[in-house]
Structures are given as structure tokens and as C-alpha cells.
């Protein structure tokens, strides 16, 4: 049995992931138009009538800006939040569509078992999410200020982890955000910058030896770019005498293409 992992899109103009095994499709997150999601799922060769949910990490809407066209034109399908994210979407989806998550607790999606842990971001209640089938493990971390032991336990043996590499501190501080925003992103419930990914995987390597791929995710436009990113975290593991392609395999996720899928 396999588990997958495609990125539609991820960064802070639209994010929407899927996660599929044989049997079960799962988008995270509609935050790109419906169209493009609908070519993402057409490009991965999965049919509509697979897609069983949608999952809502958070409430902002680079997360949630096609809910209501996907519920509309899929009326089978589900869309999950916990109930303080769904206190602050406006989109107008019916009762039988509408499943509503305790966050924490574990529940089952087709052949998929879905674990749900809290981020630190400034939103609602902001969650992520772990993906069991057939014995792997796929995570996603975005949109989170910092990293929690929660959070580290929940991931540690993630077979794929999608991780936040949102920014360069650098470039962020000289950048030409104005400085509430520049504060906001750097802040406990902002968003992960590269170092702190680089440091988040070497605390994963030093706890378990198991064999990972990762792939650094939501990257800012204005302030990182694919190859800062990676190379970052590359220095990071290295100086610990890490070494990508024996210890770890690292990827960094484009912004605005469905990205290759990533199978265990």
C-alpha cells in the first residue's frame, strides 16, 4: 500500500496539498481557485469521485479562498475544521458537508487515519496534520511561529514531513514589509523562518536515525527564495555533520506549481 504527497500550491498567495493512498484522496487546504485544484487533481491522475475531504488547517484565506466553489461543485464531499476555525469562515456550506474536528484527537478518512495537532500561528485555533496508512506517516507543519514539543513529537517519525521554510530573517528585516508585518512574521505566531526549519529537522535527526524526506514548504515570495532556503538548512545539518542524500533528503516545494508526487 502506498501514501502520497503532491503540493498544488504553497506559499502566501494560496496553499492546497494532497494526500492520497489507493482508495483516498485528501485535499488540504483551498486556498488557490477551484480550477487550478481541479488540474492539480486531473495532473495526479485522480479522480474526482476519489476525493473523500477536505481539511482546513486555518481560517486565513491563502487556505480557504475556493472552499465554497469545491463544496459546490462536489457535493459528496466533506470539509473538516475544528469549531473555532469554522466560527470564522464565511463561506456558506451546507449542514451534511460540514464535519467538525475536536483538535488532537485521531479520526478515520476512507483507509486514511487523520492525527490533528496545534500550531502557533495567529489564527482561530491553526492546526496540523499526520496522515497514518499501511504503517507510513506523511505530516504537514505551516504557518506556525515556532515549534512546540507537541508539535516535534507528533512529526518525529513522519516518513515525508512538509515543513515551513517561510523566510530569511535577513532579508525579511531589510526587506519592504512594513514593520507591524515584518513583527508579525517573526513573532511566536507568525511563521518558521529557514533557520528555524534547518534547526527543527537537526533536532529530528539527533532524536531518530529513520529514514525521512522533507520538503520545505510556504516560502515567501518577498522575502526567500527555493535556493536560500535549501542551503540553509543544508549548512545547518552539515556544521552537525548531517549530510543530505545519506542522512536525510531535502526538497524545497515551488511556490506556484503542482509539484512532483512524493510516494512512500
Known amino acids: 500500500m502506498t501514501l502520497s504527497f503532491c503540493s498544488f500550491s504553497s506559499g502566501s498567495s494560496g496553499n492546497s496539498y494532497l494526500i492520497k493512498s489507493e482508495h483516498t484522496a485528501i485535499l488540504v487546504d483551498a486556498g488557490i481557485s477551484g480550477k487550478k485544484i481541479f488540474e492539480g487533481l486531473e495532473r495526479t491522475g485522480t479522480p474526482r469521485e476519489q476525493l473523500a475531504a477536505l481539511l482546513i488547517t486555518h481560517e486565513h484565506s491563502d487556505h480557504t479562498k475556493s472552499i465554497r466553489t469545491l463544496m459546490r461543485k462536489e457535493k459528496t464531499l466533506k470539509a473538516y475544521a475544528n469549531a473555532m476555525t469554522w466560527s470564522q469562515i464565511n463561506s456558506e456550506i451546507c449542514a451534511e458537508q ?44 505551516t504557518d506556525t511561529g515556532c515549534m512546540s514539543e507537541e508539535i516535534i513529537s507528533e512529526i518525529k517519525e513522519a516518513d515525508i514531513l512538509i515543513l515551513e521554510a517561510n523566510h530569511d530573517v535577513d532579508m525579511l528585516r531589510v526587506g519592504r514589509y512594513p514593520w507591524f508585518l515584518k513583527q508579525r512574521v517573526l513573532g511566536t505566531e507568525g511563521h518558521l523562518s529557514n533557520t528555524a526549519a534547518g534547526e527543527a529537522i537537526l533536532r529530528l535527526l539527533t532524536e531518530s536515525c529513520k529514514e525521512r524526506h522533507v520538503l520545505l514548504a510556504h516560502l515567501s515570495k518577498e522575502n526567500n527564495f ?37 510516494e512512500i
Do not use: C
Not at 485521531?106 to 492546526?127: M, Y
Not at 535549501?230 to 555533520?241: G, M, R
Open 226 to 262: 527555493p535556493e536560500m532556503a535549501y542551503q540553509t538548512v543544508k549548512n545547518i545539518l552539515e556544521e552537525a555533520d548531517f549530510y543530505i542524500g545519506k542522512h536525510i533528503n531535502l526538497t524545497t516545494i515551488t511556490r506556484d506549481e503542482v509539484s512532483l508526487v512524493y
Open 98 to 141: 460540514r464535519q467538525v474536528f475536536v483538535t488532537g484527537e485521531a479520526f478515520l478518512i476512507g483507509d486514511i487515519t487523520v492525527k490533528t495537532f496545534r500550531v502557533s500561528h495567529d489564527a482561530a485555533d491553526p492546526v496540523g496534520f499526520t496522515f497514518f496508512s499501511g504503517g507510513k506517516q506523511i505530516s504537514i507543519v
